[in-house]
């Protein structure tokens, strides 16, 4: 049996590179999204109201970074990929465990900063391995071994991004119009977009149970869901 770990200048690494993420996404919804607010109303938007949205704004991101990171540091410091003879295994806190007959094994590949994802024909999630996984060299010669290592640019699907940045704009216009037609265009395309992201979520064994029961977003899904049917009511 041959065991993996990742080391603890990767850990650092990779909670610092999440910090960064969520430090521009804070950037973003602090500029950016009030800017396209006032350029898509059709109606004049209060001083007090940016105000107040880019405050909760900055008050959740900054929640998330603090808490998330303990979290993460956490998931990182237990993550455990396992190979045996027939089998190979990742473990990790608060996470399920993925399990993953080497004959059902599909695909493997490996992207531009370094992280395999593990496909297999049974199964509708995949194992993902950090980078910063110690010993290297021997992990992706027992992987190539099992099926040639297939070299990516990315993992991350261009139709995903295109369809984050969709919603998101969707939501901005249906939050700022009055036409009711394209209120009820735009949300149904973020109440689809929602639904098929908690689904994924949901399927997906690499993320933690934590962000699996995040209560507080099914509250505010209900809580837009309500404030659309009421201005479709007006």
């Known amino acids: ?4 770990t990742l080391d603890h200048d990767g850990i650092d690494k990779l909670i610092r590179n999440r910090r960064l ?15 396209i607010a006032r350029i898509i109303s059709e109606r004049p938007i ?10 909760v704004m900055v008050i959740l991101l900054i929640f998330i970074i603090i808490v998330g990171s303990n979290q993460y540091r956490r998931m990182l410091e237990s ?6 003879d027939n089998v190979i295994t990742r473990e990790q806190y608060n ?3 993925i399990t993953f007959p080497l004959a059902e094994i599909t695909e493997i590949s490996r992207d531009q900063k370094g992280f395999y994802r593990i496909k297999a024909e049974t199964w509708d999630s995949y194992i993902e391995i950090p980078a910063h996984i110690d010993d290297t060299g021997k992990l992706y010669e027992l992987l190539n071994k099992i099926r040639p ?6 993992h991350t699907s261009t139709l995903k991004t ?22 009820a265009l735009c949300g149904s395309v973020w109440i689809g977009g929602t639904i098929y992201s908690y689904r994924q979520t949901q399927r997906d064994h690499n993320i933690d149970y934590g962000a699996k029961d995040n209560w507080s977003a099914i509250i505010m899904f209900i809580f837009v869901v309500v ?3 009421q201005r479709l009511m007006e």
């Open 79 to 84: 993550y455990t990929f396992r190979l045996e």
């Open 162 to 183: 295109i369809g984050l940045i969709i919603a998101v704009v969707a939501f901005l216009i249906l939050w700022n119009s009055t036409d009711k037609i394209i209120i």
């Open 46 to 55: 209060a001083p007090q109201t940016l105000v107040v949205g880019t405050g």
């Open 21 to 35: 993420t969520f430090g521009m996404t804070l950037i973003v919804a602090m500029v950016v999204c009030p800017a």
């Open 227 to 229: 404030k659309i049917y």
């Open 1 to 4: 049996m041959q065991q993996f």
């Open 95 to 97: 996470t399920p465990t």
């Open 149 to 154: 290592v297939i070299e990516k640019s990315s």
